[in-house]
């Protein structure tokens, strides 16, 4: 080795780091929803496409992926698709009006038995297709994360039919028909598995499963079905090597059912102070969150004050990845957004 020159690994990207619960040069900040209709250089591509052309054609959903990274130094970027795309590839007939409706909602077991096991490589070939577009245009050390929706979270769609502010029929169906209910469940749960890895192996260097509407449960029910079928899907991603992330919309009072869920990072909304929430996911867990989307309507000074106040809950141990605590809303100023990034990385410079 005389005379060669020591090449040093590039360091770990701060987004990875945090996850790890590892020391980082900076607070991490990412957002969720964060390509999307508050950009008006989405609304261009968007006033071209479909928002179902805009899924369906990698190059559009790549252009939109890297829309925010162009404008904001986001220390991630995750992909632009939406949790619904695998149900199609399982054969799924739904339309977006702008939810998602589902032509025939899934309540009897022979429905379940009829839906496909999904290959992704064959179903979904175009979403694999986004995400290796998309690492060959991200910044240098900025992660893609890929994500798919919670099983219970497809559940709900799938067995309502349509967006609900209750899923009255989805809850109701899991105590009229439990074993059905786990049925169904297991099988979304195995999907999730396939097409998570699916993106791993495409590129994704993190993943995310979407929870939002497990805070809908009760803590018994949630621990059944809802944590139930996310176990399954975290059992079969085991060993894949990259972190693996779970959201919990209004998921609070469920801190204590997800401590012990084999997963790097927990992400929560803003209903509860971050520190509480830390204390009851104990020290394995790196958090993600959790400002009010909200927040960015504040003057430049209180969201400072805001966001601040997120960072001092989080406290100093590692493992704390700033983000919303839900997805930003479309009528965000992106001026907003560029002060909360800025904020986050120089109070946190270390």
């Known amino acids: 080795m005389a005379g060669r020159r020591m090449i040093s690994p590039a360091p770990e990207p701060p987004f990875l780091a945090a996850c790890r619960r590892r020391q980082v040069p900076h607070t991490p900040i990412w957002i969720m929803r964060q390509a999307g209709r508050y950009l008006p250089e989405y609304r261009q591509v968007r006033s071209q496409a479909e928002f179902a052309t805009l899924l369906r054609r990698p190059e559009l959903a790549a252009e939109v992926t890297l829309q925010p990274l162009r404008r904001f130094p986001l220390d991630a970027a995750i992909l632009f698709s939406d949790i619904m795309t695998p149900l199609q590839g399982m054969g799924v007939d739904l339309s977006f009006e702008p939810g998602p409706v589902v032509k025939e909602p899934i309540r009897t077991d022979a429905a ?12 979904v070939p175009f979403v ?9 245009g991200l910044p240098s050390g900025v992660p893609l994360i890929g994500f798919a929706g919670g099983p219970f979270t497809l559940f709900c769609y799938l067995v309502c039919g349509r967006p609900s502010k209750e899923f009255g029929t989805a809850r109701s169906f899991l105590y009229a028909s439990p074993e059905s209910a786990e049925r169904l469940l297991a099988r979304l749960a195995d ?9 791993a192996a495409a590129g994704a260097q993190a993943l995310m499963l979407f929870e939002s509407w497990a805070g809908l449960l009760a803590p018994r029910e949630f621990e059944r079905f809802a944590l139930g079928a996310v176990r399954r899907t975290v059992a079969a991603l085991q060993g894949i090597g990259v972190p693996l992330i779970y959201y919990v919309n209004q998921g609070s009072a469920l801190m204590e059912c997800v401590a012990g869920l084999d997963v790097d990072v927990i992400g929560v909304d803003w209903r509860a102070p971050l520190g509480v929430l830390r204390r009851k996911l104990g020290p394995g867990k ?7 989307p909200a927040a960015l309507f504040a003057s430049p000074q209180d969201l400072r004050r805001h966001a601040g106040r997120v960072l001092d809950e989080a406290g100093s141990a590692p493992g704390h990845i700033f983000n919303l605590g839900h997805g930003i809303w479309p009528e965000t100023d992106p001026d907003a957004v560029a002060r909360l990034v800025d904020y986050v990385h120089e109070a946190t410079a270390r």
């Open 112 to 123: 379940i038995d009829g839906l496909a096991q999904l290959v992704p490589e064959r179903d």
């Open 128 to 136: 694999l297709e986004s995400v290796r577009l998309v690492r060959a």
């Open 191 to 199: 999907a999730m598995a396939a097409y998570l890895r699916a993106q």
């Open 286 to 292: 790196a958090v993600q969150g959790n400002l009010d």
